[in-house]
């Protein structure tokens, strides 16, 4: 089992990023910190979930070490936050999983694999435009976040029968799919 996204970022992203790469960094980093602290939540959340624990706190330090990547990149360019804004596509995910204890865990882990993909695709489109050291930053992104999916999706096998995953991520790549679309292309991961 695979993550396959339904529909593919629009140009106006890219071109949306590329015109104001400044403003796209400082989203970046943001969303790298919160990559860390939701990793760490899976821990916190889940104390008698051992098999979590390992690839969380893993995850949560290459999400860090991101984050101190793209500060670099913020730092080299005298950048400042204005304000940290919320995630509207991530928080529509959030917003639409299962309230129910069992079925939440799935969901989370399921909205895990499909947002790490969105980074696979779009790390991947930013390293292909960029040139020098900065495109090779975001191809390597791209391709721990390839890393990334597929620990969400081994612990969802892990902990759920193939049948409810195959159904739950057939809704979630719908559901992301309609969530990227939603917001208008901006300097932002999302
Ligand atoms: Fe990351
Ligand atoms: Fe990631």
Same mark, same amino acid.
């Given at each position: 089992?695979?993550?396959?996204?339904?529909?593919?970022?629009?140009?106006?992203?890219?071109?949306?990023?590329?015109?104001?790469?400044?403003?796209?960094?400082?989203?970046?980093?943001?969303?790298?910190?919160?990559?860390?602290?939701?990793?760490?939540?899976?821990?916190?959340?889940?104390?008698?979930?051992?098999?979590?624990?390992?690839?969380?706190?893993?995850?949560?330090?290459?999400? %860090? *070490?991101?984050?101190?990547? !793209?500060? #670099?990149?913020?730092? /080299? &360019?005298?950048?400042?936050?204005?304000?940290?804004? $919320? =995630?509207?596509?991530?928080?529509?995910?959030?917003?639409?999983?299962?309230?129910?204890?069992?079925?939440?865990?799935?969901?989370? %882990? *399921?909205?895990?694999?499909? !947002?790490? #993909?969105?980074?696979? /695709? &779009?790390?991947?489109?930013?390293?292909?435009?960029? $040139? =020098?050291?900065?495109?090779?930053?975001?191809?390597?992104?791209?391709?721990?976040?390839?890393?990334?999916?597929?620990?969400?999706?081994? *612990?969802?096998?892990?902990?759920?029968?193939?049948?409810?995953? /195959?159904?739950?991520?057939?809704?979630?790549?719908?559901?992301?799919?309609?969530?990227?679309?939603?917001?208008?292309?901006?300097?932002?991961?999302?």
């Amino acid at each position: 089992m695979s993550v396959t996204l339904r529909a593919a970022s629009p140009c106006a992203w890219l071109e949306a990023v590329l015109a104001d790469f400044n403003a796209f960094l400082l989203d970046h980093a943001s969303a790298e910190r919160k990559a860390a602290a939701m990793a760490v939540s899976f821990v916190v959340q889940y104390p008698d979930k051992f098999a979590l624990h390992k690839p969380m706190i893993q995850l949560a330090r290459e999400e %860090l *070490l991101h984050y101190q990547q !793209v500060m #670099a990149l913020i730092h /080299e &360019r005298n950048l400042i936050w204005e304000r940290d804004t $919320k =995630d509207p596509y991530v928080t529509c995910l959030i917003g639409m999983m299962s309230t129910d204890s069992e079925m939440r865990l799935l969901d989370r %882990l *399921l909205v895990g694999a499909v !947002v790490e #993909a969105r980074g696979v /695709e &779009r790390f991947g489109l930013i390293g292909g435009q960029l $040139k =020098d050291e900065l495109g090779a930053f975001y191809t390597k992104l791209s391709q721990s976040e390839s890393r990334h999916t597929r620990s969400f999706l081994s *612990l969802a096998r892990h902990y759920f029968e193939p049948l409810p995953i /195959e159904k739950r991520l057939d809704r979630w790549l719908d559901l992301e799919a309609e969530a990227m679309e939603a917001v208008p292309p901006r300097a932002a991961l999302h």
